[in-house]
């Protein structure tokens, strides 16, 4: 008997049922791993303060929300919670100054962690971070990869353990290796850099100069201004009160934080059962399609071949294999009905910002829109502040490079 199925269609099927899969990230996957924790005090002025900026993660439309298992609403969620867990466990290593996270790019940090969620449903967590100096030194920029288990979802701590708690250890102590690698020079250095970027963002007339990019946007100091330079000694009291704001954002997020967290939890524990129950029975699902497959080949290999009694057999196989694929298609729609009721879960996160009131010299300002509009309006009336308290802005005399003022420059 000959079988002529090279050429059939359906050993096509079986062969895009065998190897269809998800798609690599080709990441860092992370293992139990524990935080390095500082052995001795660090001095102050080696202490490098950290920012964490909120995470902007690419919008999923509704179809990859449905084929990642989660939903718009809760990867914005995520853009907020994930940075703030990772600012408290940056803390916990004590190889840092001040940890915040930010709504946007600053000029006054030393160091800038930059990230976005490439998968995130309870069952896996991928996150590309970046890591750049206020010098323009790229530390790394690397994705970690971590999947969950049964076991991650027991034991956890609000601001202390998550589920992902190695990814997040991992990525803590890429950072402190590379900054504990780092020469005593460099690290003043990255602290000076970031102070005379913030003067030169407020006052550009009076810094402009001060330090110097070369063509791979490294920068470095070309000149430093004097200890008792009275225009610094304001724009640091000014870059205070820019922490200020940025401290009391962080205890909103630290609010959202907390109240997320429970329901967070959850949804993830959920939604990382719901996973292993879709992925068996898609599982059983493919089995059956590749039975049915299979079964039909062989009747159509019958048909092909020189014995005259097959016809009862390849009809009773081709009826079989129809049966055991459309058996297998409804399962895959019962799995569909698991991930609507995952959809189902996230609607009770937001991100909106409630309006911050901030009080400086006895007036109160309301910040209201986004964390982002906030920050930037904030900024604003430092601005205005500085201006303020100076009585004028700055210039710089093109001959002796003396700080002149609007009445004296006429």
Same mark, same amino acid.
């Given at each position: ?52 900026? #909120? ?55 030393? #160091?800038? #962690? ?297």
């Amino acid at each position: 008997m000959k079988f002529a199925v090279r050429h059939n269609p359906l050993w096509m099927v079986f062969v895009l049922i065998l190897f269809t899969g998800c798609a690599a990230h080709n990441a860092q996957k992370v293992g139990p791993t524990t935080i390095m924790k500082a052995q001795e005090e660090i001095l102050e002025d080696q202490l490098l303060d950290v920012g964490i900026q #909120v995470f902007e993660s690419e919008e999923i439309t509704e179809e990859q929300a449905k084929e990642e298992h989660t939903s718009e609403e809760v990867r914005k969620a995520e853009n907020h919670f994930i940075p703030y867990h990772m600012k408290n466990t940056f803390q916990q290593s004590s190889y840092w100054g001040a940890v915040r996270v930010l709504p946007t790019k600053t000029e006054s940090i030393d #160091v800038l #962690v930059k990230g976005e969620i490439l998968e995130s449903n309870g069952a896996h967590l991928v996150l590309q971070i970046e890591v750049v100096d206020a010098t323009g030194k790229s530390w790394f920029n690397k994705k970690y990869e971590s999947e969950a288990t049964l076991a991650s979802y027991s034991g956890n701590r609000m601001g202390e353990k998550d589920a992902y708690q190695d990814l997040y250890n991992t990525i803590s102590n890429d950072i402190s290796t590379y900054r504990m690698k780092l020469p005593p020079e460099a690290v003043k250095k990255i602290r000076t850099v970031s102070k005379l970027k913030f003067a030169e963002d407020f006052a550009p007339s009076v810094y402009n100069g001060y330090l110097e990019e070369d063509k791979k946007k490294i920068i470095t100091v070309n000149r430093l201004p004097a200890d008792d330079d009275p225009i610094m000694v304001r724009l640091l009291k000014i870059r205070e009160r820019e922490n200020m704001y940025v401290d009391t954002l962080n205890g909103y997020y630290e609010e959202y934080y907390s109240e997320m967290w429970l329901s967070y939890e959850n949804w993830r524990k959920l939604n990382y059962e719901e996973i292993r129950a879709i992925k068996k029975i898609k599982r059983d699902a493919t089995m059956r399609k590749l039975a049915g497959v299979l079964l039909l080949a062989g009747a159509i290999a019958l048909n092909a071949g020189e014995a005259n009694n097959t016809g009862v057999l390849q009809a009773g196989m081709i009826l079989i294999g129809g049966q055991v694929i459309v058996q297998g298609f409804n399962i895959s729609k019962e799995a569909e009905i698991h991930s609507a009721a995952i959809k189902e879960l996230s609607e009770s996160f937001g991100s909106e910002m409630r309006p911050v009131v901030m009080e400086f010299e006895g007036k109160q300002y309301e910040l209201t829109g986004s964390a982002e509009e906030q920050f930037k309006h904030w900024r604003e009336l430092l601005q205005q502040i500085y201006i303020a308290e100076t009585g004028f802005e700055p210039e710089v005399s093109s001959e002796t490079g003396e700080e002149i003022t609007s009445e004296n420059a006429e």
